[in-house]
T-cell receptor, first 113, second 115 residues
Framework: AQSVAQPEDQVNVAEGNPLTVKCTYSVSGNPYLFWYVQYPNRGLQFLLKYITGDNLVKGSYGFEAEFNKSQTSFHLKKPSALVSDSALYFCAVRDWNTGKLIFGQGTTLQVKP | EPEVTQTPSHQVTQMGQEVILRCVPISNHLYFYWYRQILGQKVEFLVSFYNNEISEKSEIFDDQFSVERPDGSNFTLKIRSTKLEDSAMYFC?????????????FGPGTRLTVL
């Protein structure tokens, strides 16, 4: 069965510092991986995806993610965090057969001024 | 920019009542989904819909749940007899079906409160 794990419930960083939100996956076959962000009382907004190609993928709002096949990881990164980046971040993998998304538990990112 | 819309934003109902949650997916999208998120928990898949039929449903999606695309634009989720544990945020999502476009676009959600 395919699954995604986000080992940290919360990540705290200071504004201006780099941030990393971790995600590991377990799939059979090649993974299709996604990051979504959820602001309070809002829906999920697509940030970026890895389907194939370069291991470093760039997305919205200055975020990027690094696909690492040997470590089965897809960590979300940003070189310089903003207070407005504070939100709930979800990693997801697409089910190979059906197209549904399987989400991790979510990580709350708190960026302090 | 086109977006998925959902109504109502918040629905309060009594246990045992029927509710219909409505979604308008992005117009050229072909695949439709419902997910739910119980407060403080992760987003869970409920059902996927393609070509006017259910393509997959989860264990959560029992006989009390149904989906419909009645008019080519709306995509509805009906819960026939709500239970307390149905209280959650329900998200509709859609994607194009174009080869290479795998991301799903989500609506803002409907918060369902069952009393």
């Amino acid at each position: 069965a395919q699954s995604v794990a986000q080992p940290e419930d919360q990540v705290n960083v200071a504004e201006g510092n780099p941030l990393t939100v971790k995600c590991t996956y377990s799939v059979s076959g090649n993974p299709y991986l996604f990051w979504y962000v959820q602001y309070p009382n809002r829906g999920l907004q697509f940030l970026l995806k890895y389907i194939t190609g370069d291991n470093l993928v760039k997305g919205s709002y200055g975020f990027e993610a690094e696909f690492n096949k040997s470590q089965t990881s897809f960590h979300l990164k940003k070189p310089s965090a903003l207070v407005s980046d504070s939100a709930l971040y979800f990693c997801a993998v697409r089910d190979w057969n059906t197209g549904k998304l399987i989400f991790g538990q979510g990580t709350t990112l708190q960026v302090k001024p | 920019e086109p977006e998925v819309t959902q109504t109502p934003s918040h629905q309060v109902t009594q246990m045992g009542q029927e509710v219909i949650l409505r979604c308008v997916p992005i117009s050229n999208h072909l695949y439709f989904y419902w997910y739910r998120q119980i407060l403080g928990q992760k987003v869970e898949f409920l059902v996927s819909f393609y070509n006017n039929e259910i393509s997959e449903k989860s264990e959560i999606f029992d006989d009390q749940f149904s989906v419909e695309r009645p008019d080519g634009s709306n995509f509805t989720l009906k819960i026939r007899s709500t239970k307390l544990e149905d209280s959650a945020m329900y998200f509709c999502a859609s994607r194009t079906g174009t080869s290479g476009d795998h991301e799903q676009f989500f609506g803002p959600g409907t918060r369902l409160t069952v009393l």
